[in-house]
């Protein structure tokens, strides 16, 4: 069997075509060097099929592009998102913490455990003076002041509560959002791959990425099926398996399920700060001690006209209604700093009050929870430090793996560059002896 | 090839990731720095911020004690003054006892004498009605009302004690018994005075020689009595004073210790973080420009 003359150049061509096929590939990566979720590409070369030549054996017919495949390890990709949820979880709850912490402004001299020092001393001025209007007033003031600092405290708590529960909300969303989108996606691949054809790789781009995202906000685990699509699910709770999508329409829907990622971290946050033996409980109960043994000891005690104490020293009942009592702020004289009836120089009363400071309920429990809170926040700190750390470690592997390097284009550029040209110069050389044929053959004695 | 690929975006996110941390660094060197404080928030140390808070408490209380020691001397130093203001008038009123015991004297002129006693004993009384600010000092704790009145000898305090709260627990009494003391129209020296002025008035010089003498003598070693309680007093806030002093400087100390930055170290620490982060910079913006684009033609 004779080979045809112009075997050269479809082999020259299929050269040229290879080559441009991977300095196209070569192009696309770098111009979405900086695309996230891109996933570089390699134009995989194979050897086309060869002509037997009996008896020499098989020749070579050249080259062609067998796939454009992406670049990319399963494995990493699970890493990276097992490190996303962490990382959403204590990053959450580290942001969430360090807001609670500066409401405290502790230590300062403006923080309430100075306010609450500030009171004590008040009382004990009382006691050396019971009869001094001015100290009686030094009292209300400073009263007035510790139980605006516990109710502005309180309402500071709150708000930030507000928000960590509109947090909820807007993740909440935002994952059902992902949810329907890697849907749609999923929809797009799988039909791809039930008609034979080579999936879109931009497409899977967008779901990985999408997939990533997902992972940061809650534990979700992923489930790649055979026609393509994935299943998620929430634990027990299923977010999306064959194409049908269950909404999440709360947190309590998933229950213990939730265990990591932004969302769980938001929800641990709010158990922190309003669950039970939350923060705000913390303070409410600081608060009703205050008032119930300032308001004992003013019960037990003589007003300054001599007369017994009628009139609460603070009136509410917890850290958000907690006030200094208005018929006190009127007239001063009913604050029961004598321990005796018709002894206004007595200030045994007084003193008693003046020596509930440092008592573990109330002073001394404002710093056990200043105490907690300041370990909370550190500790929410260092976790995500650390989940920092280790999530760029992984995204950096992964990144190894699938991330364009700019430095790896351009050599491949050159490479691809000098095969076209090289191949080209095949062409040329084919084309040489084909009109070396053409011409100068059939021409003895011409 | 084994060795790891390295992307620009991975040297760009590690780059970015050091910048950040260095100038976290720096900014929480800076925030010691300008507030001079070792702890900036709770989380920086919750141990040592709980001590802190502890210990500010504890700075509270001592300096509350020291204001409560600096009153009772005030109201110390008051009574101290109007007693011996008192032991003058009753020095002066013996002397004219022994004058007026002596049987040559005209009736007239014991008349005279009783005069000058009636007068002392209201002198006594207008002392014993002093005020410490808007307090009276002898009335017990009936600080409201003067305890003598000029129209009658009725002590109209009482016998409750004054006191103030030194330490925790540890109080000192600064009321003397008034009613024993400078008494009142059953007792005391109001009513030895009294006696003696009727005496001095019916002419028993007998009388005025032996048992009223007498009767003011042992008065007065009540008065001297109490002036040496006061006196005693004096002793135990000033021994008051300086313990609580040096409480407040040490708690002061401690309170420092645990709260404060130690600025020289400090400042080491951010000009070191801060050429950290200069240095971090400038080998960003050499990286983060190369590649083998800059060498090719």
Known sequence: ?446 | MTTDRVTMSMTNRTLLANIESAAARVAKAQAKLSSGKELNAPSDDPYAVGRALQLRSELGEVQQYQRNVSDAQGLQQAMDTTLSSVNDYVLRARDLVVQGANGALGQSDRNAIADEIDQITDGIKSAANARYGDQYIFGGTKTTTAPYSTSNDTYSGNSASIHREIARGADVNLSIDTKTVIGDSGGGIISVLRTIASDLRSGSTAALGTTDLSALDAAHDGLVGAQSRVGAVAQQLESAQSRLGQLEEVTTKQLSDVEDADMAKTFVDYSTQNAGYQAALKAGAQLIQQSLLDFLH
């Open chain 1, 1 to 446: 069997m004779s080979i045809s003359s112009f075997l050269g150049i479809e082999t020259a061509l299929r050269g040229l075509e290879a080559q441009q096929r991977a300095l196209d590939v070569t192009g696309t990566n770098i111009t979405n060097a900086n695309t996230p979720g891109y996933t570089r590409r390699v134009a995989t070369l194979v050897e086309t099929q060869g002509l037997r030549d009996v008896p020499a054996g098989v020749l070579g017919t050249g080259v062609s592009v067998q796939s454009y495949t992406r670049i990319r390890d399963g494995v990493l990709d699970y890493q990276a998102r097992g490190q996303g949820m962490l990382l959403g979880y204590q990053t959450a709850r580290r942001d969430g913490l360090s807001q609670v912490e500066a409401t405290l402004s502790e230590p300062s001299d403006t923080g309430l455990s100075s306010l609450f020092d500030k009171f004590w001393s008040s009382w004990q001025d009382l006691a050396n003076q019971p009869t001094s209007t001015a100290a009686r007033q030094a009292v209300l003031g400073s009263a007035q002041s510790v139980a605006g600092a516990i109710q502005g405290l309180q309402s500071r708590l709150t708000q930030i509560d507000g928000d960590t529960q509109q947090g909820i909300t807007t993740t909440i969303n935002d994952l059902n959002d992902t949810v329907s989108q890697i849907a749609r996606l999923d929809d797009a691949i799988s039909s791809q791959t039930k008609t034979g054809q080579q999936v879109d790789g931009g497409l899977l781009d967008q779901r990985d990425l999408m997939l990533d995202k997902l992972s940061s906000l809650a534990n979700v685990t992923i489930t790649p099926q055979a026609d393509g699509s994935t299943t998620l699910a929430i634990g027990s709770f299923t977010l999306l398996s064959s194409g049908t999508q269950t909404q999440v329409t709360s947190v309590s829907a998933l229950g213990s399920n939730l265990t990591s990622g932004k969302l769980a971290g938001l929800v641990s946050l709010d158990t922190s700060i309003a669950g039970s033996g939350g923060y705000l409980s913390e303070l409410d109960t600081l608060a009703s001690s205050l008032i119930s043994a300032v308001n004992t000891q003013q019960a037990a005690g003589y007003t300054l006209n001599g007369s017994a104490s009628t009139q609460a020293f603070f009136t509410g009942t917890d850290a958000s209604s907690i006030a200094v009592n208005s018929a006190l702020t009127a007239d001063s004289s009913l604050i029961a700093a004598s321990g005796a009836p018709n002894e206004p120089g007595n200030g045994d009363n007084a003193l008693a009050i003046a020596n509930l400071r440092g008592s573990t309920s109330i002073d001394g429990a404002y710093q056990s929870l200043v105490t907690e809170i300041g370990s909370d926040s550190r500790e929410a700190q260092r976790n995500a430090d650390v989940a920092q750390t280790l999530s760029d470690a992984v995204e950096n592997k992964r990144e190894s793996v699938m991330g364009v390097s700019i430095d790896e284009e351009m050599a491949n550029l050159v490479r691809f560059q000098r095969g076209y040209q090289a191949s080209a110069r095949v062409m040329n050389a084919m084309d040489d002896v084909l009109q070396t044929l053409i011409e100068r053959t059939g021409r003895v004695g011409l």
